[in-house]
C-alpha cells in the first residue's frame, strides 16, 4: 500500500519559537493531503486540507495564521506552527488518499 | 455536514469474550464508513472500511463491522477478546473516496481486555 512519511517523529521547542512538521507520499502523488491534531485520549480533529499548489481550508475555529500550510509539490505538505505555545503541544498527524486513506505515522510537538 | 458517535468512552470486556463496540453516524450523501486503531503513542491502522456492496465487512484481527442505513450504525464486533486487542478505536466516515473527501473521526473507544 501507499506510504506517508512525517518528519520529525518527535520535537520539543520552547515557547515563542516556530515548528515546521513535514508530510510526505513515498510512492504517489498527493494533490490533497490532510492535517489532524489529536491530544491525549483525545479523538483526531481535523485542522485543514492542504491542496497542492493553492491555498488550505482550514476548519472552523483553526488559526490560519498560527497554522501555516504549505504544499508546495505533489508529494509534500508542510505545517508551520507559529510562535508556539504550550497549548499547542499535541500529536499532529498528516494524510493523504490514493484510492484507501493513508496516515502519516504522527509527529509529537511538546512546546516547553 | 457529517459526524461520528461512538456511545462508550471506555469499554472492558474479559478475555475471551465477545466486543461490541458502538457507532453512529451523520451524512447527507451515502457514506464511507472506517473503523480504525491506535495503540499507545502509535500511529492509526486501518482496520477495516464499507464502501458500497456487502454491508457486512471483515477486515483484520477478526473484527467485523455492519453498516445499518436504517439504524444509520456501523458497530465494530469480534466474538473472542484477546489482550492484544486493548487499545483506543475510532469509528470515522467520509463522504467520498476521491482524493479531497476528508475523513472525520469520532471521539473514540478505549477498550481494555480483563485477563
Known amino acids: 500500500g501507499a506510504v506517508v512519511s512525517q518528519h520529525p517523529s518527535r520535537v520539543i521547542c520552547k515557547s515563542g519559537t516556530s515548528v515546521k512538521i513535514e508530510c510526505r507520499s513515498l510512492?504517489?502523488?498527493?494533490?490533497?493531503m490532510f492535517w489532524y491534531r489529536q491530544f491525549p485520549k483525545q479523538s483526531l480533529m481535523l485542522m485543514a486540507t492542504s491542496n497542492e499548489g493553492s491555498k488550505a481550508t482550514y476548519e472552523q475555529g483553526v488559526e490560519k495564521d498560527k497554522f501555516l500550510i504549505n504544499h508546495a509539490s505533489l508529494t509534500l505538505s508542510t505545517l508551520t506552527v507559529t510562535s508556539a505555545h504550550p497549548e499547542d503541544s499535541s500529536f499532529y498527524i498528516c494524510?493523504?488518499?490514493?484510492?484507501?486513506?493513508?496516515f502519516g505515522p504522527g509527529t509529537r510537538l511538546t512546546v516547553t | 455536514a457529517q459526524s461520528v458517535t461512538q456511545l462508550g468512552s471506555h469499554v472492558s470486556v474479559s478475555e475471551g469474550a465477545l466486543v461490541l463496540l458502538r457507532c453512529n453516524y451523520s451524512?447527507?450523501?451515502?457514506?464511507?464508513l472506517f473503523w480504525y486503531v491506535q495503540y499507545p503513542n502509535q500511529g492509526l491502522q486501518l482496520l477495516l472500511k464499507?464502501?458500497?456492496?456487502?454491508?457486512l465487512v471483515k477486515g483484520i484481527n477478526g473484527f467485523e463491522a455492519e453498516f445499518k442505513k436504517s439504524e444509520t450504525s456501523f458497530h465494530l464486533t469480534k466474538p473472542s477478546a484477546h489482550m492484544s486487542d486493548a487499545a483506543e478505536y475510532f469509528c470515522?466516515?467520509?463522504?467520498?473516496?476521491?482524493?479531497?473527501?476528508?475523513?472525520?473521526f469520532g471521539p473514540g473507544t478505549s477498550l481494555s481486555v480483563i485477563p
Open positions: 494524510s493523504a488518499r490514493s484510492g484507501g486513506q493513508y
Open positions: 470515522a466516515v467520509s463522504e467520498g473516496q476521491t482524493s479531497y473527501d476528508k475523513v472525520i
Open positions: 510512492d504517489f502523488q498527493a494533490t490533497t
Open positions: 451524512s447527507s450523501v451515502p457514506p464511507y
Open positions: 464499507y464502501t458500497t456492496g456487502a454491508t
